[in-house]
């Protein structure tokens, strides 16, 4: 018997150790820590049937009055009282401090400044957009009253004035006319995809920020007037790609956003995980104590 208490002790050890160290680690957490959980409170279970089976039989020869029954009884409650009033006390405590360190972590303050970068950001990429599109409806203004045979030449001014990547004129079929480009842009102008072209004869207009092949983009698209002021068959296009600084600090600032609010929804959980934890820690503790008590008082 004496076996295999100290064999129950050192398992149990390791079990803990090994729930200790999947609590601290984020993958071994995710694989292994329910598979640990159940262990330990299965072995938990296990060294407490065979503490109160000896304690049944340390009561047995109690009643029938064994020579030493009566002293190992009185030195196991010695060491029994010496181990659990300790161990509940730190407890207790070590309860109310994890709760009150886990409420710690959730700050209304960094909730709303999350939130306010991520609004900042979103402001920011509208602002540019309108920027943008101001500058569209400049320039599709003056179009409108130059000649047709110098529209590449004038294109080409407004985009290196206006600061976009691409400058295109179309029909209004979406074919381009003219255009003009940063010489860091490879691609030729495209047709304009028939939705574009449904939006801009709808709304007048298209400003929007898209999905592009290196990032954001942001596209709008302009009727340009004939001199007479009736006729829309063509349309201009500026195109502009999102800086990557602002790309970038959004996107740190969306993820943070995201595993905050995520962490701030689990914190529940995490306190009933580390209590539980704490709670096959201390119960392992308190059985192995009161085990080696039986084992030192029979001893004595």
Do not use: C
């Not at 609010?261 to 995490?270: I, T, V, Y």
């Amino acid at each position: 018997m004496k076996s295999v208490f100290i064999g129950s002790i050192v398992l149990g050890a390791i079990l803990l150790f090994l729930l200790a160290a999947a609590s601290a680690n984020t993958s071994l957490f995710s694989q292994y820590y329910p598979l640990l959980i159940g262990l330990n409170t299965a072995f938990s279970i296990a060294l407490a049937v065979l503490l109160v089976y000896q304690l049944t039989v340390l009561a047995g020869q109690r009643r029938r009055k064994v020579f030493g029954s009566l002293l190992t009884f009185r030195v196991l409650i010695m060491f029994a009282m010496v181990a659990v009033l300790p161990g509940a006390l730190v407890y207790t405590v070590s309860v109310q401090f994890l709760g009150k360190s886990i409420e710690s972590w959730f700050d209304v303050k960094v909730e709303r400044a999350l939130d306010g970068g991520l609004k900042l950001g979103s402001a920011v990429l509208d602002s540019m957009l309108l920027d943008l599109k101001v500058k569209a409806g400049l320039m599709s203004a003056d179009l409108s009253e130059i000649p047709n045979q110098h529209h590449g030449v004038v294109l080409q001014r407004m985009r290196e004035q206006v600061s976009a990547d691409t400058v295109v004129l179309v029909d209004g079929e979406g074919i381009p006319l003219t255009s003009a480009a940063d010489p860091s842009v490879v691609a030729k102008p495209q047709p304009l995809a028939a939705f574009l072209l449904a939006q801009v004869r709808k709304n007048r207009q298209y400003a929007a920020v898209e999905s592009g092949e290196k990032g954001l983009l942001m596209r709008v698209i302009v009727p340009v007037m004939s001199s007479g002021g009736n006729d829309l068959s063509r349309y201009l296009q500026l195109t502009q790609a999102v800086p990557a600084q602002l790309l970038e600090a959004t996107e740190n600032v969306r993820t943070a956003s995201t595993a905050y609010r995520e962490l701030s929804l689990s914190r529940e959980s995490l306190k009933d995980i580390y209590v539980l934890s704490l709670s096959l820690v201390l119960l392992l503790a308190l059985l192995a104590a009161i085990a080696l008590a039986y084992l030192l008082s029979r001893r004595l």
